[in-house]
């Protein structure tokens, strides 16, 4: 006795899985934060505070940048970034000396975070600056 011929259920088989390959790929690649802003301000609430108590949180107060600006202006992903480059930061002496006013500010490019921070102090230029 033969095997029935199930080779009709081929085709609907493998687009299905193209689909949900497709569905989750484009999920990953479009919404990273999806969870984030599903739960709102309460995914950024821990890494405010941690951003707050790295230099990068007197860094943002040194150039006029409210903490909590900075966090609405940046997704978690882009937050837990900055963090973490501040955490590693190979010029931190040089980052402590400009905070501490030992050394001149205005060239901060030594800053990972340079360049979110001048977006972010843009941004809160055109709009009344919320306290950090």
């Known amino acids: 006795m033969a095997a029935p011929d199930i080779s009709y259920l081929l085709i609907p088989v493998v687009v299905l899985f193209s689909m949900l390959l497709g569905a989750t790929?484009?999920?990953?690649?479009?919404?990273?934060?999806?969870?984030?802003?599903?739960?709102?301000?309460?995914?950024?609430?821990?890494?405010?505070?941690?951003?707050?108590?790295?230099?990068?949180?007197?860094?943002?107060?040194?150039?006029?940048?409210?903490?909590?600006?900075?966090v609405d202006r940046h997704s978690a992903r882009e937050l837990q970034q900055a963090a973490a480059d501040c955490r590693e930061c190979h010029n931190a002496a040089r980052?402590?000396?400009v905070l501490r006013g030992f050394l001149p500010g205005g060239d901060y490019a030594f800053c990972?975070?340079?360049?979110?921070?001048?977006?972010?102090?843009?941004?809160?230029?055109?709009?009344?600056?919320?306290?950090?």
Request: glycine share 12%.
């Open 95 to 97: 980052c402590e000396a």
């Open 25 to 70: 790929l484009f999920a990953v690649a479009f919404a990273p934060d999806a969870g984030a802003r599903i739960l709102g301000r309460d995914a950024k609430t821990g890494i405010r505070r941690e951003l707050g108590s790295l230099r990068l949180g007197r860094m943002l107060q040194l150039r006029g940048v409210g903490l909590a600006d900075f």
């Open 112 to 132: 990972a975070s340079d360049a979110a921070i001048t977006r972010a102090a843009r941004v809160a230029g055109e709009a009344p600056a919320r306290p950090g």
